[in-house]
């Protein structure tokens, strides 16, 4: 622990009134970036008369206060709206110039108007978050000073004000590695100080919500030397916050600020839980909580901060006296939710049902490992069930996360004994979730999908299929099925017992579930006057009984139902997924219903579906083809295509079709859907049933590629539907690869659509094995990279063009995995190459695991198949490629690691490094040794980065791992020393 007291004393902070002089910055010390390389000026346009931005231009020059002021005014008071467009667009490009650093100084010394302050205020917090590195650190202790006297001139004007210049003193404080004991010293200096009251909690509010930020780069160790001194202070911070509170506790604002201080400190997770448990803050925390007068404001913060306590004390073996206290202080507050239910206040009852669940979630260990006893206490089960049980499903989904956990434990623990004790709650819970899911008596229609209502009933359908198995999937249908079965339940009663059937059906045994064949003879008997959300939930759960509808004869009548729900707005698109599920379940059965299929698809533009649920019946249709006799398939499969062929032709023809989409993407999604889900079983030696319609498809699909070549969304359905026609019919698709790689390469020269790289890396998957199309394919390649190359060289190539960057390297793994040899020894191997080490550092995720997995699969082929004649070959050709470009390789990796590379990527990094390893241990040694010896020493204002011992760590961890995984744990907490 940081001797946070000796330190104060040997620097005695004084904090003075300075002007930030950006003249003297620059004059003594040259500007450069974290990286050390110069700042580059940035352009911005000019102000034009009156206060509007000109447009264009560069930011040459001083810019002058007045100009910047002159902005602000018109970003908030121009009268038009590209005039404040301008506006914005100016002073964003001023704030990242070395120029506000003193301008904004001056704005708010001067406290023209609150506009401004706040501009400037917000500028401050800015700069200091991302641009710190620009001030050198002899500068620090003026820009401290300055913001501080800024806080004690402007406390008063705005409270929006403070908080920017709040966060800027606690991202300073974090960062600037010279002030040390900060909260000390801020409570020494304003601690006695009423009036400096409301900025004071402010910086002490959010400076322990910055340390984790992620836009301040100060690394592991100055992040845990700040949480260590932020550490050593809390019981002086706790000891302020209960003098404000015995001294103003009559001032509601005030006691806001003092319990959002506390729940930030909480938060950090650096309080001895003894020191909240001794002090009389959580006892006015529960004074607060009980009282049925408090406002809705302080309620509220109160509750924030009686979670985060509770979330606290989770380990709970370390924390056990506050746990009780909590617990106590929690379960008092019974009375205040049921006050708060009968007095209708709806946002107290969230509240309280949100410290109850957050109760339960925190003893959730000790209620399954004592149920009944001491911190295991049932009453805690009873709470929230209380808070399920209110007429507003709102606060009852509060609860679900807790139920989930529960029921997850439960799970893994498979005991009978301890589930029967825990049985009689989830059935109060199944029959809350039952009331909850019912529709207003007075709603009309079916429910909308962008409803709030819906999506709690999708959350309610989850949590079912989850718990299930504690109350027994049988007896709760059978409960259900009374509900229907005994007197005449509201219809409201019916639709929703249907809605929670359909979550729960498929955890049925059809072969034994009696009543499941009277449940459908009740369905596909409603009558038509029946409400429509009912018939709506009835044909859902249609669709989810396939398996039992597969066992028995009832097959035609359900389909009879559904097809003639197909007509009916309101039930056409859950008509059409049921159907599209019982094709699935029941393909082989519904093949004798294949000629109803083929009339439904060729009526589809005729039904009120939505465009997802016409892709969904073709999709159930091409299943149903796959499972069709072999000399059937290709008569039914041409009859599928050729309605969306036909219509295709007639828009190329640019011939009127009435009725019809004119949009050729809708055509090919179709096409594409039938194409993708038809799979049929092929003899050896005989040729694809399909190989004949997709040969004669093909010219259509080519001349629309060819007349919509301009526009990328059209080559990219174009793209897709070839891509799947591909995988149709497998090596049946030779006959397509000269034709369409021709047509690929020439469109690519003036269109650089990525799709045509993803559709060659599957040409390259299915024939890249074979030797006659391998050079064909290398040609396509080659052609593909040069347009590729000039695209991604432009200024910020690959940030702005992450799917070709993706794509390209989906073709080139596909190289490598089917002909490692052609490629690697071809001409554009080393451009490609260099491109990968480029994009080692794209913080783009699909594109940058793309690249990982192209060098994690090159180094791959040097160490698989030694059996093999080439193996010698393929060893030295990845050997020669790590001699030029390892060292460099294994440099970038790091780098990508800790300074661009969010932490969940870090795993495909560690997956190529496993293998350099693997390949050459002695030399991939060496390399991440010179490529950790050339990290910087520190970060920005002197912060520490890795220690040497730290980095020598690192590199045994890495070099000593058993796998990939460990070497992708040791990589994200090592590059924790760079962020």
């Known amino acids: 622990m940081i001797d946070s007291g000796c330190r104060a004393a040997k620097e005695k902070q004084t904090f003075t009134s300075q002007e930030i002089d950006l003249r003297e910055i620059l004059a003594r010390y040259p500007i450069r970036k974290e990286d050390g390389s110069p700042i580059i000026t940035v352009g911005a346009a000019t102000l034009g008369i009156g206060g509007a931005v000109g447009g264009g231009g560069r930011m040459e020059g001083e810019v002058t206060l007045d100009s910047v002021y002159q902005a602000v005014q018109a970003l908030y008071h121009h009268p038009e709206p590209q005039g404040k467009e301008r506006a914005s667009a100016w002073l964003d490009e001023f704030q990242k110039s070395m120029f506000s650093w003193q301008i904004s100084d001056q704005l708010l010394r001067l406290q023209r108007d609150i506009e401004s302050c706040y501009f400037a205020a917000q500028t401050m917090k800015m700069k200091i978050q991302y641009s710190f590195y620009e001030l050198p650190p002899e500068m620090h202790s003026s820009l401290r000073d300055s913001l501080l006297t800024h806080l004690e001139c402007l406390k008063d004007l705005s409270q929006a004000i403070v908080t920017q210049l709040a966060l800027a003193v606690a991202d300073l404080a974090i960062q600037m590695t010279s002030w040390k004991s900060c909260v000390q010293t801020l409570i020494e200096k304003y601690g006695n100080d009423e009036s400096a009251l409301p900025f004071l909690l402010e910086i002490l509010t959010v400076l322990p919500e910055e340390v984790h930020s992620r836009s301040l780069r100060i690394g592991t160790n100055r992040r845990t030397e700040v949480i260590e001194d932020l550490a050593y202070n809390a019981s002086m911070v706790i000891g302020l916050l209960t003098a404000y509170m015995e001294r103003c506790s009559h001032d509601e604002k005030l006691v806001i600020k003092v319990f959002r201080c506390l729940m930030s400190w909480i938060n950090l997770g650096i309080l001895h839980t003894d020191h909240i448990a001794n002090s009389q803050l959580l006892v006015a925390l529960f004074q607060v909580l009980r009282h049925n007068q408090t406002s809705s404001n302080l309620h509220e913060v109160a509750s924030d901060c009686v979670c985060a306590a509770l979330y606290a004390v989770e380990g709970l073996q370390e924390s056990l006296r506050l746990a009780l206290q909590l617990q106590e202080g929690v379960t008092a507050l019974e009375e205040a939710y049921h006050t708060a239910v009968a007095c209708e206040d709806m946002d107290k009852a969230l509240n309280y049902c949100r410290i109850f669940t957050e109760l339960a979630e925190t003893l959730l260990e000790m209620v399954i490992r004592s149920p009944g006893q001491g911190l295991g206490d049932l009453k805690t089960l009873n709470l929230i069930l209380n808070c399920v049980g209110h007429e507003q499903y709102e606060v009852a989904e509060i609860t679900f996360n807790f139920w989930y956990r529960l029921a997850e434990t439960l799970h893994r623990m498979k005991d009978p004994s301890v589930n029967q004790i825990f049985r009689p709650y989830f059935q109060r819970l199944t029959q809350s979730l039952t009331f909850h899911s019912q529709m207003d008596p007075d709603h009309e229609g079916v429910l909308d999908e962008t409803d709030d209502f819906f999506e709690f009933r999708l959350r309610v359908s989850d949590l079912l299929k989850d718990i299930i198995f504690l109350i027994g999937a049988s007896e709760f249908f059978s409960r259900l099925y009374s509900t229907l079965k005994d007197g005449s339940p509201a219809w409201e009663e019916t639709e929703a017992v249907l809605f929670i059937m359909t979550a729960l059906v498929k955890n049925l045994n059809p072969e034994k579930e009696q009543r499941l064949g009277d449940v459908v003879q009740a369905v596909i008997s409603l009558p038509d006057n029946t409400h429509l959300a009912v018939q709506h939930s009835g044909v859902q759960l249609l669709g989810e009984m396939g398996e039992y509808i597969n066992n028995v004869r009832c097959l035609e009548l359900v389909l009879n139902f559904l097809t003639q729900r197909l007509k009916q707005k309101e039930l056409a698109n859950a008509a059409a997924n049921s159907i599209q599920n019982i094709c699935a379940m029941c393909s082989d059965a519904m093949t004798r219903h ?242 990968a080490l480029t994009a080692t550092t794209l913080n783009h995720r699909d594109a940058n695991s793309s690249v990982m997995k192209f060098l994690q699969d090159l180094v791959h082929v040097a160490t698989i198949n030694k059996h093999k004649e080439d193996f010698e070959l393929r060893k030295n050709l990845v050997h020669r490629f790590l001699g030029e470009s390892g060292a460099l390789l294994v440099a970038q990796l790091v780098q990508a690691c800790c300074f661009y590379l969010v932490p969940s990527m870090l795993g495909n990094v560690a997956d190529v490094m496993w293998e350099l390893r693997i390949f050459d241990r002695k030399t991939f040694c060496g390399w991440l040794e010179d490529a950790l010896k050339a990290l910087p020493k520190e970060l920005s204002a002197g912060a520490i980065t890795a220690t040497e011992k730290q980095m020598t760590e690192f590199h045994k961890q890495v070099m000593c791992a058993e796998d990939a995984t460990m070497i992708g744990w040791s990589l994200m907490e090592f590059s924790g020393f760079y962020r």
Request: proline share 5%.
């Open 594 to 835: 294949m000629e109803g299929l083929l009339q439904v698809a060729s009526s589809l533009d005729a039904l009120p579906i939505s465009y997802d649920s016409s892709i969904g019946l073709l999709r159930g249709a091409s299943l149903v083809l796959s499972r069709m006799p072999s000399d059937k398939i290709e008569e039914t499969f041409q009859r599928l295509c050729s309605m969306q062929v036909t219509a295709l032709k007639k828009l190329l023809t640019s011939e009127q079709i009435n009725g019809f989409s004119a949009d050729p993407a809708v055509w090919l999604d179709r096409l594409a859907a039938i194409f993708r889900h038809t799979n049929a079983t092929v003899g050896e030696g005989r040729p694809h049933p399909c190989q004949k319609v997709i040969q004669e498809i093909w010219p259509v699909i080519s001349e629309t590629l060819y007349r919509h070549q301009a526009d990328n969304r059209m080559a990219e359905r174009c793209c897709r539907c070839l891509r799947f026609a591909i995988r149709c019919v497998g090596k049946g698709s030779a006959m397509l690869i000269q034709p369409l790689v021709s047509q690929m390469v020439s469109v690519y020269q003036s269109h650089q659509h990525s799709c045509f790289l993803y559709l060659g890396s599957i040409l390259v998957d299915e024939y890249g094995s074979e030797e006659s199309c391998t050079q064909g394919l290398l040609e396509m390649m080659q052609a593909f990279c040069g347009p590729t190359f000039r695209l991604l060289e432009q200024p910020r190539g690959f940030q702005n063009h992450p799917d070709t960057v993706d794509d390209l390297f989906r073709l080139a793994t596909r190289f490598i995995q089917r002909s490692p040899v052609v490629l690697i020894q071809s001409p554009v191997m080393s451009l490609i190459i260099r491109c």
